[in-house]
Nanobody
Framework: QVQLVESGGGLVQPGGSLRLSCAAS????????MSWYRQAPGKERELVAA????????NYADSMKGRFTISRDNNKNTVYLQTNSLKPEDTAVYYC?????????????WGQGTQVTVSS
């Protein structure tokens, strides 16, 4: 079955860094656009970054540009999010998403999330 398993979250001080990973299985990883979303308490889920199936193009939310980097390894079926210069407002649950459109059908999968807490 389809699985997306996030890891790498934790407690970090402001200005610190974390590398999040999302290991995928059960589908053709290299055919999917992969994204990271986050959801803070009391707020809606928001897009953090996305990367195309080949890794040739990336997209970031404005507040993350220059601080976060998304990458993928299609040989390892894994997508990464390097987060630097973390701020308290980056505290959220970070989710991995896989998406592909084939004809009129949307294939859309989510992981369970990993908690990132930025606090001194």
């Amino acid at each position: 079955q389809v699985q997306l398993v996030e890891s790498g979250g934790g407690l970090v001080q402001p200005g610190g860094s974390l590398r999040l990973s999302c290991a995928a299985s059960g589908f053709t990883f290299s055919s999917y656009t992969m994204s990271w979303y986050r959801q803070a308490p009391g707020k809606e889920r928001e897009l953090v970054a996305a990367i195309t199936s080949t890794g040739g193009s990336t997209n970031y939310a404005d507040s993350m540009k220059g601080r976060f980097t998304i990458s993928r390894d299609n040989n390892k079926n894994t997508v990464y999010l390097q987060t630097n210069s973390l701020k308290p407002e980056d505290t959220a649950v970070y989710y991995c998403n896989a998406e592909r459109v084939v004809g009129l059908k949307l294939y859309d999968y989510w992981g369970q999330g990993t908690q990132v807490t930025v606090s001194s």
